[in-house]
């Protein structure tokens, strides 16, 4: 610090580094890199463009309102769900978030799930893409995330949309699967029917290839994307399984999200670790069920979300790990006990988790009355016939493109999340929109990524991360279908769009410009989200790369 001087210049104090001793060649340029946060989110998500739209408002001379709308627009680019998603998404892009090197992740998940909300509040209409309408019809089978992903980025691009739905609601798995105290149902239906509004045309309770045959759907539709998701839940295969009193995951959930009455008795056995088995169990404890859930390896390699293990443990839900059910046995046709063998790790399997391996005598009786197979999901393909694969999962490029007109994403591609089905139903359209105008095949950009190691920690302010408030625990099961999660206030909303580093993209912070002693930067006239804040000018650059240096979020390289 002793070498620097400090120099008076229009508009405020800039402070110019001693001359270079060596004149370097190497000269400042401004590259814009790609984060972690985006990089990690599945729906391929502008996080960083978004949330920094909100914090620098005030410098692109935007009111708070303007803000807000400008950022929900970048963020629906990619993802027309940010109210659903910021309630269900287990957040991979904040796990990577660089944050994490300070006192932990911008919490983008829970502020994704404001911004949305605000939209729905505010009744913003999805943005249109192209003007000009196409005659090519679009078929997309399955109203679940990706094929409403897919319809909306074809309808945007001025594309005729059917989507095909065999249930009487649009929603797929978040609907079905997922409970109402986790994702309100009007949060869902609200953004679906947003996207509906762009024209599409949604046929419910149409089963393709039963209501409506495929040489008609061929017919009908010069592309075809294929969106059924993965939900025929699988029974154990175990003796005393087949009769009443047994349920898979899904087909239990379903039921209760459709109003129906199930009879599950007094105890309930939950068969598995996933994101199924954990949701089964809590809608069954809410039903009034004693729930013990069974799984046959340890806590470590339970696929659920971590917190919905956690509050499921607080509802008073047993979980047995390490035992597997062998035979169901019955009092008449009543369930009387799962019979459980306890298990102990080996070798881990293709998936890496350890092998459970059977203790050989250690089997015991479960008393209960009914039980529920949580273990895992595959697609119905039966009634599609040649639409569908040979064997149990269908194969596609990474475009999601399975043969030329026809595209698949989601589920019933492998199981995944929401954000995932959302990302491919994306990149299936892009693919199909490219192969339609015939354009080349979109290509991902290659954008050099920005690491912690970049970050000038120290410049940023402490600032712990804002958490989401919860409806008390004492409720949870007393008022079963509110929603437990209540979000952040508009003030914490507000707090936690500044924790964001703009990693990788100039945010006007003003330290090139004061450190540069030969004046190489000037402001730009018109300032814009995502683009930079300073012009270079370098005939008088003499590459003492203190710019570079002081840039606090990397954006500055030498080359
Ligand atoms: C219980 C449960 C909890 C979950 N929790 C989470 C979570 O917290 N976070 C998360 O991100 N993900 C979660 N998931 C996963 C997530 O729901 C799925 O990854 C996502 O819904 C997949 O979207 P999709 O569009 O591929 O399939 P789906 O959502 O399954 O939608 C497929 C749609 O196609 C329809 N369909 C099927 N066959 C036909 C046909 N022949 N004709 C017409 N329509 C048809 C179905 O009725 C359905 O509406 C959960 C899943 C389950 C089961
Ligand atoms: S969809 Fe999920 S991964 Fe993507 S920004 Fe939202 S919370 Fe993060
Ligand atoms: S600090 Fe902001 S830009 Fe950087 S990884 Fe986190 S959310 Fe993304
Ligand atoms: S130092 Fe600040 S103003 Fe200069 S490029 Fe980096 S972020 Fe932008």
Partial sequence: MGLLKKKKKKGGLRIGGAAATQQSTLRPVRLTKLPPCIEHCPSGTDIRGWITTIAQREKFGLSDEEAYKQAWLTLVETNPFPSMMGRVCPHPCEDECNRTAKEGAVSINALERTIGDWALEKKLSLPILEEDKKDESIGV?????????????????????????????????????????????????????????????????????KDISIDELKSKHKVIFLGIGADKGRLLSAPGEEGPGVFTGTEYLYKVNNGETVEIGKKVAVIGGGDTAIDAARVARRAGAEVTILYRRTRTEMPAIDSEVEDAIKEDIKIEFLVAPIEIKRAGDKVSAVVVQKMELGEPDDSGRRRPVPIEGSEYDVPIDSLIAAISQQADWSPLGELGPEGKWIEADKHGKVRDGLYCGGDALNLGL????????????????????????????????????????????????????HRPTEEWLSKPDEEIDLGITSEQFLEEINRCFSCGLCFGCERCWMYCTPSCFSKVAKLTPGQPFYDIKLDTCDGCKKCADECPCGYIDMQ
């Fill in 418 to 469: 929401a954000t995932i089905a959302i990302g491919q139903g994306r990149l299936a359209a892009e693919a199909a929109d490219a192969a339609l105008r015939e354009k080349p095949e979109p290509k991902s950009e290659e954008i050099p990524k920005i690491g912690k190691d970049r970050i000038k920690l120290d410049f940023y302010d402490e600032k712990a991360r804002v958490e989401r408030k």
């Fill in 141 to 209: 089978i399955g109203a679940g995330p990706a094929g409403l992903s897919f319809a909306y980025q074809m309808a945007r691009r001025g594309y005729p949309v059917t989507v095909y739905e065999k249930t009487s609601k649009p929603g797929g798995m978040v609907l079905w699967g997922i409970p109402f105290y986790r994702q309100p149902e009007d949060v869902l239906q609200n953004e679906i029917q947003r996207i509906i509004d762009l024209g599409i045309e949604l046929k419910l309770n149409t089963t393709v290839g």
